[in-house]
């Protein structure tokens, strides 16, 4: 029997100069019985040949690539292949997903993936597979990383130490997926980062792909201490409440921290509120970062336009701040009410989604019509910010200010601003003033 494992395409520039490889797949061919042939796909580097021989075709969706997930699962039952399908999207709209997928599985695929495979063998598959919401840690096996293309990422080994998040940020997905939080025991991770094989350079930096990696302070405390020995680099994301412990921070740089990314989301305390996200001070970021910078952290972080207490002045007010504070790199988007998120919920009972084209919900989209602009003038800011925060003149400054990480942060800002131009092109169909947007 012959199972391949799909990740759809999922590229911009920061993803193609910090690539990092996905554990999703390769984790769950851990799960697979030897007898099995695996092999893993990657769309963001890699061509999808529809007519090779494989009975079992399972692939992993978020929201905005259910379009595409439907097309490529249309065309593999064309040829008699049968289609399985996880993720986000799935686990927020499973009666959707079951339309195009021969079974659907909600949430974590850990202990429900052998038994969807026995079904398969067996001429039994269900239509859907509900994960368990809480996986033995015990359970969970070191993931086969030698089937994925060495040469296709910046940082080929990944790990998950925890999953889930304790917060419920009103936009966020996390929880379709991973409804608690949960960590493994400290010794299991250590050994596993300490078994990373690859390159030199691969095998000395690693990523985190938790959701928030220090949700448990005293749990982070001793990883980091048993980490620091391995003389490893790794880059992960947490919640920006984590500067508020000085120690902490000091033995994650201590362990090899490069690089935090930080859902920071806005610097207007009534847009965090409004979304359930008080955790964050903007009081504490000037002060958080700091401290971060001055151990040798970059900063990324993750920034949301579009929220109801949003006027057209926060794509200015926003780069000032950004700027000024020396942050690394920016991911900004415009705000995504998810299907199946509270916010979306609202947004829908308001008569304010207006789309509900999926491939739409990638974040460079308003789907929705705000509250104090335009959904074109969130649009065209959002461009505005992203051409002004790349500009020569700001990645100097923010590398003059930050001064930690350089070789990765760097290759990022540059990439982002070789692409910068096509941002403005989209405002420039419409007619837009672009130096105007904000």
Same mark, same amino acid.
């Given at each position: 029997?012959?199972?391949?494992?799909?990740?759809?395409?999922?590229?911009?520039?920061?993803?193609?100069?910090?690539?990092?490889?996905?554990?999703?797949?390769?984790?769950?061919?851990?799960?697979?019985?030897?007898?099995?042939?695996?092999?893993?796909?990657?769309?963001?580097?890699?061509?999808?040949?529809?007519?090779?021989?494989?009975?079992?075709?399972?692939?992993?969706?978020?929201?905005?690539?259910?379009?595409?997930?439907?097309?490529?699962?249309?065309?593999?039952?064309?040829?008699?292949?049968?289609?399985?399908?996880?993720?986000?999207?799935?686990?927020?709209?499973?009666?959707?997903?079951?339309?195009?997928?021969?079974?659907?599985?909600?949430?974590?695929?850990?202990?429900?993936?052998?038994?969807?495979?026995?079904?398969?063998?067996?001429?039994?598959?269900?239509?859907?597979?509900?994960?368990?919401?809480?996986?033995?840690?015990?359970?969970?096996?070191?993931?086969?990383?030698?089937?994925?293309?060495?040469?296709?990422?910046?940082?080929?080994?990944?790990?998950?130490?925890?999953?889930?998040?304790?917060?419920?940020?009103? $936009?966020? =997905?996390?929880?379709?997926?991973?409804?608690?939080? %949960?960590?493994?025991? +400290? !010794? #299991?991770?250590?050994?596993? *980062?300490?078994?990373?094989?690859?390159?030199?350079?691969?095998?000395?930096?690693?990523?985190?792909?938790?959701?928030?990696?220090?949700?448990?302070?005293?749990?982070?405390?001793?990883?980091?201490?048993?980490?620091?020995?391995?003389?490893?680099?790794?880059?992960?994301?947490?919640?920006?409440?984590?500067?508020?412990?000085?120690?902490?921070?000091?033995?994650?740089?201590?362990?090899?921290?490069?690089?935090?990314?930080?859902?920071?989301?806005? $610097?207007? =305390?009534?847009?965090?509120?409004?979304?359930?996200? %008080?955790?964050?001070? +903007? !009081? #504490?970021?000037?002060?958080? *970062?700091?401290?971060?910078?001055?151990?040798?952290?970059?900063?990324?972080?993750?920034?949301?336009?579009?929220?109801?207490?949003?006027?057209?002045?926060?794509?200015?007010?926003?780069?000032?701040?950004?700027?000024?504070?020396?942050?690394?790199?920016?991911?900004?988007?415009?705000?995504?009410?998810?299907?199946?998120?509270?916010?979306?919920?609202?947004?829908?009972?308001?008569?304010?989604?207006?789309?509900?084209?999926?491939?739409?919900?990638?974040?460079?989209?308003?789907?929705?019509?705000?509250?104090?602009?335009?959904?074109?003038?969130? !649009?065209?800011?959002?461009?505005?910010?992203?051409?002004?925060?790349?500009?020569?003149?700001?990645?100097?400054?923010?590398?003059?200010?930050?001064?930690?990480?350089?070789?990765?942060?760097?290759?990022?800002?540059?990439?982002?601003?070789?692409?910068?131009?096509?941002?403005?092109?989209?405002?420039?169909?419409?007619?837009?003033?672009?130096?105007?947007?904000?």
């Amino acid at each position: 029997m012959k199972v391949l494992f799909l990740y759809l395409f999922k590229q911009n520039a920061q993803s193609r100069t910090l690539r990092v490889a996905p554990l999703t797949h390769s984790l769950l061919a851990a799960y697979t019985p030897p007898e099995v042939d695996v092999s893993i796909i990657d769309e963001s580097f890699q061509e999808i040949d529809f007519d090779m021989e494989v009975d079992l075709v399972a692939v992993t969706i978020i929201v905005p690539q259910a379009p595409r997930a439907h097309e490529v699962a249309r065309e593999f039952r064309r040829r008699g292949k049968t289609m399985v399908c996880g993720g986000s999207y799935p686990s927020l709209l499973p009666d959707e997903a079951a339309q195009h997928f021969d079974a659907v599985v909600i949430g974590q695929g850990d202990q429900v993936w052998p038994q969807l495979l026995n079904d398969f063998r067996r001429g039994d598959l269900k239509q859907f597979y509900r994960g368990n919401p809480e996986v033995p840690p015990e359970t969970v096996p070191f993931a086969r990383r030698e089937l994925l293309h060495p040469k296709g990422y910046s940082i080929l080994n990944t790990i998950q130490a925890t999953r889930g998040c304790p917060f419920s940020c009103t $936009f966020c =997905t996390s929880y379709a997926v991973y409804p608690g939080f %949960s960590a493994l025991p +400290v !010794e #299991r991770v250590v050994r596993e *980062i300490d078994q990373l094989e690859g390159g030199v350079l691969q095998r000395k930096i690693f990523a985190f792909l938790d959701n928030n990696l220090m949700a448990d302070p005293l749990w982070s405390k001793r990883l980091f201490r048993e980490m620091t020995p391995l003389r490893k680099f790794w880059i992960t994301q947490a919640t920006f409440s984590i500067t508020k412990d000085q120690e902490l921070v000091k033995l994650a740089a201590k362990s090899g921290c490069k690089l935090i990314f930080f859902g920071l989301e806005s $610097f207007n =305390t009534l847009s965090l509120r409004s979304v359930n996200k %008080s955790h964050n001070t +903007v !009081e #504490r970021y000037r002060d958080g *970062i700091k401290l971060l910078h001055d151990c040798g952290i970059s900063v990324s972080a993750g920034i949301i336009f579009g929220f109801d207490d949003d006027h057209k002045d926060i794509f200015s007010l926003t780069l000032e701040h950004c700027i000024e504070l020396g942050i690394d790199i920016i991911g900004a988007n415009i705000l995504v009410p998810y299907p199946g998120t509270a916010i979306f919920e609202q947004l829908d009972r308001e008569d304010r989604i207006i789309r509900k084209d999926w491939s739409k919900y990638d974040g460079k989209h308003a789907v929705f019509l705000p509250k104090h602009m335009t959904a074109e003038e969130l !649009e065209d800011g959002r461009n505005w910010f992203n051409w002004e925060f790349h500009s020569y003149n700001s990645i100097l400054r923010r590398a003059w200010i930050s001064r930690s990480a350089p070789w990765i942060t760097l290759p990022v800002n540059l990439a982002m601003h070789r692409v910068r131009n096509g941002h403005v092109e989209e405002s420039r169909k419409r007619g837009k003033d672009f130096s105007q947007a904000a």
